[in-house]
Nanobody, 127 residues
Framework: VQLQASGGGLVQAGGSLRLSCVVSGRTGDMPAMGWFRQAPGKEREFVAAIRSGGTSTYHTNSVKGRFTISRDNAKNTMYLQMNDLKPEDTAIYYC?????????????????????WGQGTLVTVSS
C-alpha cells in the first residue's frame, strides 16, 4: 500500500489550499484515514480523520471551522480542504490510513491507529 500526498505550497495568511492523498496498491479495507502535520522542531500532531463511510469525521480543535476532511472511495483519494490558513498551520502534512478492524472513534487522533503513511507535503503560510 502506498500513499501519495500532494497539494502543498506557499500561501498567504487567509488563503486556501486543498491537499490530496491518493492510495495505491493493495488498498483493501481502510476503515479510517487521517491527516497529521509536523512543524519544525515539534512533534507530529493530529489534524483530522475520516471513517470509510465518509460521514464520520474528527477535526482537532485548532482547525475546526477552517479545515474539512473528505474522501472519495471510488478514487481511493482523501482530501483536506484548508481555508483561512494561518502562519501556525505551516508544517509538513502527512496522510495516513488504518487497517482493519475499524478503530473506535476515540482512537482516531492516535498515530498508533494508522499502519500506512505518505511522504508528506509542505504547507507554508506567510503572514
Amino acid at each position: 500500500v502506498q500513499l501519495q500526498a500532494s497539494g502543498g505550497g506557499l500561501v498567504q495568511a487567509g488563503g486556501s489550499l486543498r491537499l490530496s492523498c491518493v492510495v495505491s496498491g493493495r488498498t483493501g479495507d481502510m476503515p479510517a484515514m487521517g491527516w497529521f502535520r509536523q512543524a519544525p522542531g515539534k512533534e507530529r500532531e493530529f489534524v483530522a480523520a475520516i471513517r470509510s463511510g465518509g460521514t464520520s469525521t474528527y477535526h482537532t480543535n485548532s482547525v475546526k471551522g477552517r479545515f474539512t476532511i473528505s474522501r472519495d472511495n471510488a478514487k481511493n483519494t482523501m482530501y483536506l480542504q484548508m481555508n483561512d490558513l494561518k502562519p501556525e498551520d505551516t508544517a509538513i502534512y502527512y496522510c495516513a490510513a488504518s487497517r482493519s478492524p475499524r478503530p473506535v472513534y476515540s482512537m482516531l487522533p492516535s498515530r498508533d491507529t494508522y499502519a500506512y503513511w505518505g511522504q508528506g507535503t509542505l504547507v507554508t503560510v506567510s503572514s
